[in-house]
Every structure is written in structure tokens, then in C-alpha cells.
């Protein structure tokens, strides 16, 4: 089945603890996303990758990491959390390097940061 | 800046009723237009839109795209409680995805 696949789904951690999202998904696309999701604001992007070993900033990447070292995976690395943080969060993907395609979306992942 | 604005923000419906959501934008490099459909977990697609005028339909559900104008309509014809969700509009300019903030439809028996 297709599909994109994030951990944990749910997360409830302290201030300054590194913590690290995974994002995995199996359709062969080159194009992955991070968004964060808030009351009122819509899905707003952390970080984008066109392919491997290329990753660009989206519109909120303040305090957020990515890598892509394979095509499938695109985990999310908060270093240094704070409460600001907390939210909840999808990763996405779609083929072409996301030009005119549709994404696909993970569940998502609810981080609570106290 | 770029930004992509939906009205309105919140809908409450009956079974039967048609409702029309609305998505205005201002975005450079515009290439397309898309509708999501997000229930209690991850947005599904509904339509992607890139030429005015061209009505895009599948059920119940139709979306058109006005790129003089800037905005996007999504109508939903006889209405139905499973109809309930957040309808998410976002504008793809080259690399990039930008959503508008949703409109939550909620559909009464």
C-alpha cells in the first residue's frame, strides 16, 4: 500500500530535550515536505527536499533540522525543543519534484513540548 | 509575501444544502491550485486545478480555478454529514506549497 509514514504519532516531551521525527515513504517520490499544523494558520512549511542531499527552507524553519540521505526517509530534528514548538505535524510527499503533483500526507505527529 | 486566504473561516450546514468555499490568493510563479479534504488525521486530495475556467468534478464535489480574478471555488451539492471536515486550499509555486488557513464545514442531520 502507498503510503507515508510517520513516528511517533505522538509525543509529549521537556524543553531542551533533542528529539527526532521520522518520516518514511514507500511511492519512490523525490519530492518530501515537513508542515506544522495550527489553530487558525493552516499547514505552514518547515522544510522542503527536491531529491537527495537537496533540502531548502520553507517559510517557519527556525529551530527545525532535516537531512535526506535516501530517497524514502526525511526525518525532522528539533534540536533545542521549546513549548513554541508544540503542534502537530505532517510530512508529505509527491513525485516530479513536487511541481504540479499532488502530496501525499502522513497521519501526523502530535508533539506536546512542556 | 504570498498568501493564500479561504472564507469563510467556519460553515454549519444542514443534510441537503449546497455550500461554496471560497479560496483567494497572491502568489508568485503560480503553477497550480489544490483542494484537500481533512477529516480527523492527514489531508486527502480532492482536486488540482491549473487552467481557468475548466470545472473539475468528481461526485457531489466541483472546483474552479480564476486566474484573472485570483480565486478558487469548491461547491458541495446536496450535503451530507459525512461531508463534515476542513477543506484546505494551497497554492504550488514552483517548490514550494503554501495553505490557506481552512474552512471547517460542518454538516447537521
Redesign the interface.
Known sequence: EAQ?TQNPRYLITVTGKKLTVTCSQNMNHEYM?W?RQDP??????IY?S?NVEVT?K??VPEGYKVSRKEKRNFPLILESPSPNQTSLY?CASSGS????Q???????TRLSIL | EDK?V?SP?SLVVHEGDTVTLNCSYEVTNF??L?WYKQEK?????LF?L?SSGIEKKSGRLSSILDKKELFSILNITATQTGDSAVY?C?V?N?????????TRLTVKP
Open positions: 507515508v515536505s508542515y487558525g494558520l493552516g499547514l505552514r512549511q522542503y527536491m531548502d520553507g517559510d505532517f519534484g513536487g511541481r504540479n499532488p502530496q501525499h500526507f502522513g497521519d501526523g | 493564500v479561504q473561516l503553477r497550480s489544490l488525521k492527514a489531508p486527502t486530495f488540482m491549473t484546505l494551497a504550488n514552483n517548490n514550494d506549497m503554501r495553505f490557506g488557513a481552512g
